[in-house]
């Protein structure tokens, strides 16, 4: 079947369909990974986004129950050159069109995603809309200008629990490949974190690390919070514009006063950032991929990270002295660590779980456990 990808410029992208069928808009972004498809469509960040792969051969592993990072995936459409009907590994319990077309995703192959990466790096992400159903491409390209933009978006409230609960997932699935994984003593550490988007490897890495996890919703106020008395506080990835998060924004400043462990990955970071009266602003077309440089201004190495992020903390913008930069992000400077010199709290804008993508920073997760040893 035809599908058909349009963006707010006016460009088309004609392809097939394969998944389900149907119709979506978002904002179109590229993912650099090689691998991992199963786990960036189930990335709760991706809400609100069609993503396109670089790599051309994507859905030969198939896909399986273990490496979910939600309960599904989250993006609204998904664009590859070339779709592998026939997946192949030990591992493979679907292929990924019947994924897809389970959850109801659209996707579409034979587009020359060379172009289309070219286009989003010089001219910026934009809104798109992927179709089966309409194949007009003066219609599509109305409805892409029509989208909602991802500035002032507060899609949180859209991949959030609904309610508080406690993490029981057991294990690391995607140790360190010739490294024995260290575990702590399991529920060693009370950890409360806020949802606003988390990923399971998150709390795969946390458990492993022995922390007893009960997850809230991102709505949940300081004191609810503080209630279970954690000894440590995470706040996790999410999807949209930090900006149209006051309401987190608020808690984790009072989160601060209590003198709690905190720890922020990703949307995590940058709200934290906004509560030490920093500013955010968008990169032209954002970090994501399983290979973005950060250097760790401490010890002057680099490491290899994966990165999922539109918008980005304003380095300019900490004034507070209290506040040490960390690390940055070696291809275009930007903020990508930073840590408080008197209250236990850091955070960073990259993903050290991966999930997928590069194992070089799980060792702030041990950081994190150090913090709360006090």
């Given at each position: 079947?035809?599908?058909?990808?349009?963006?707010?410029?006016?460009?088309?992208?004609?392809?097939?369909?394969?998944?389900?069928?149907?119709?979506?808009?978002?904002?179109?972004?590229?993912?650099?990974?090689?691998?991992?498809?199963?786990?960036?469509?189930?990335?709760?960040?991706?809400?609100?986004?069609?993503?396109?792969?670089?790599?051309?051969?994507?859905?030969?592993?198939?896909?399986?129950?273990?490496?979910?990072?939600?309960?599904?995936?989250?993006?609204?459409?998904?664009?590859?050159?070339?779709?592998?009907?026939?997946?192949?590994?030990?591992?493979?319990?679907?292929?990924?069109?019947?994924?897809?077309?389970?959850?109801?995703?659209?996707?579409?192959q034979g587009v020359d995603t060379r172009a289309l990466t070219r286009k989003l790096r010089i001219y910026g992400v934009m809104r798109g809309v992927i179709s089966t159903e309409d194949l007009?491409?003066?219609?599509?390209?109305?409805?892409?200008?029509?989208?909602?933009?991802?500035?002032?978006?507060?899609?949180?409230?859209?991949?959030?629990?609904?309610?508080?609960?406690?993490?029981?997932?057991?294990?690391?699935?995607?140790?360190?490949?010739?490294?024995?994984?260290?575990?702590?003593?399991?529920?060693?550490?009370?950890?409360?974190?806020?949802?606003?988007?988390?990923?399971?490897?998150?709390?795969?890495?946390?458990?492993?690390?022995?922390?007893?996890?009960?997850?809230?919703?991102?709505?949940?106020?300081?004191?609810?919070?503080?209630?279970?008395?954690?000894?440590?506080?995470?706040?996790?990835?999410?999807?949209?514009?930090?900006?149209?998060?006051?309401?987190?924004?608020?808690?984790?400043?009072?989160?601060?006063?209590?003198?709690?462990?905190?720890?922020?990955?990703?949307?995590?970071?940058?709200?934290?950032?906004?509560?030490?009266?920093?500013?955010?602003?968008?990169?032209?077309?954002?970090?994501?991929?399983?290979?973005?440089?950060?250097?760790?201004?401490?010890?002057?190495?680099?490491?290899?990270?994966?990165?999922?992020?539109?918008?980005?903390?304003?380095?300019?913008?900490?004034?507070?002295?209290?506040?040490?930069?960390?690390?940055?992000?070696?291809?275009?400077?930007?903020?990508?660590?930073?840590?408080?010199?008197?209250?236990?709290?850091?955070?960073?804008?990259?993903?050290?779980?991966?999930?997928?993508?590069?194992?070089?920073?799980?060792?702030?997760?041990?950081?994190?456990?150090?913090?709360?040893?006090?």
């Amino acid at each position: 079947m035809k599908a058909m990808l349009a963006l707010e410029d006016g460009t088309v992208f004609k392809g097939e369909s394969f998944g389900a069928q149907g119709e979506k808009t978002g904002e179109v972004v590229f993912n650099t990974s090689m691998t991992g498809y199963q786990e960036i469509l189930t990335d709760p960040s991706y809400k609100g986004q069609i993503v396109a792969m670089t790599y051309p051969l994507i859905g030969n592993y198939g896909c399986n129950g273990l490496d979910l990072e939600s309960d599904g995936p989250k993006v609204e459409g998904f664009v590859v050159r070339e779709y592998s009907e026939r997946p192949s590994n030990w591992r493979s319990q679907e292929s990924l069109a019947s994924f897809l077309e389970r959850h109801g995703i659209v996707g579409i192959q034979g587009v020359d995603t060379r172009a289309l990466t070219r286009k989003l790096r010089i001219y910026g992400v934009m809104r798109g809309v992927i179709s089966t159903e309409d194949l007009d491409p003066d219609s599509l390209v109305e409805k892409a200008r029509s989208a909602p933009p991802m500035e002032g978006s507060d899609l949180v409230r859209f991949v959030t629990c609904h309610k508080p609960y406690e993490w029981e997932g057991n294990g690391t699935v995607n140790p360190v490949p010739g490294r024995r994984e260290e575990r702590e003593e399991p529920g060693r550490f009370r950890v409360v974190a806020m949802d606003c988007g988390i990923k399971h490897n998150i709390l795969r890495l946390l458990s492993d690390h022995g922390c007893r996890i009960t997850v809230v919703p991102a709505t949940t106020s300081a004191e609810e919070i503080l209630s279970y008395e954690p000894d440590g506080i995470f706040l996790s990835n999410g999807p949209g514009d930090p900006a149209a998060l006051p309401y987190v924004v608020q808690t984790v400043r009072e989160l601060i006063e209590s003198g709690k462990p905190i720890f922020g990955i990703c949307l995590g970071h940058q709200i934290l950032g906004l509560a030490f009266g920093g500013r955010t602003f968008k990169l032209k077309f954002g970090h994501r991929g399983a290979n973005q440089p950060v250097k760790d201004l401490s010890t002057g190495r680099v490491e290899i990270t994966s990165q999922n992020h539109g918008f980005c903390v304003d380095i300019d913008s900490i004034k507070d002295e209290d506040v040490e930069i960390t690390h940055i992000n070696l291809n275009d400077m930007t903020l990508e660590g930073m840590r408080h010199r008197k209250l236990p709290i850091f955070s960073v804008q990259y993903h050290p779980e991966a999930s997928p993508g590069p194992h070089d920073a799980r060792y702030l997760f041990r950081r994190f456990t150090e913090l709360m040893e006090g």
